[in-house]
């Protein structure tokens, strides 16, 4: 399984940015993906994930300020991040990751989100 993420980039305090993670090489479906993130110094957290079944999880910290979303028809997610605030720059990774037999699990390359204030 492979992951293609894009996205990115710079946004000022209170902007948006929307990140996007293709994943390839599976004919499985029924798999979590989601979004990590690690600052500078800091260890990688979990930003938001998203089932199958579009059931969402989310870090305290970007609670009403972000959604993931997928489109299991492209095996797609992505993450929508408004209201940038500078604490969210950080080096963002997408993740995939079947629990069921076959289990799999594969990260992106990640990709930098910079938020200036």
């Known amino acids: 399984v492979q992951l293609q993420a894009s996205g990115g980039g710079s946004a000022q305090a209170g902007g948006s940015l929307r990140l996007s993670c293709a994943a390839s090489?599976?004919?499985?479906?029924?798999?979590?993906m989601g979004w990590y993130r690690q600052a500078p110094g800091k260890q990688r957290e979990l930003v938001a994930t998203i089932n199958s079944g579009g059931t969402t999880n989310y870090a305290d910290s970007v609670k009403g300020r972000f959604t993931i979303s997928r489109d299991n028809a492209k095996n797609t997610a992505y993450l929508q991040m408004n209201s940038l605030k500078p604490e969210d720059t950080a080096v963002y990774y997408c993740?995939?990751?079947?629990?069921?037999?076959?289990?799999?699990?594969?990260w992106g390359q990640g990709t930098l989100v910079t938020v200036s204030s």
């Open positions: 090489g599976t004919t499985y479906s029924n798999y979590y």
């Open positions: 993740n995939i990751r079947r629990i069921f037999t076959p289990r799999f699990e594969a």
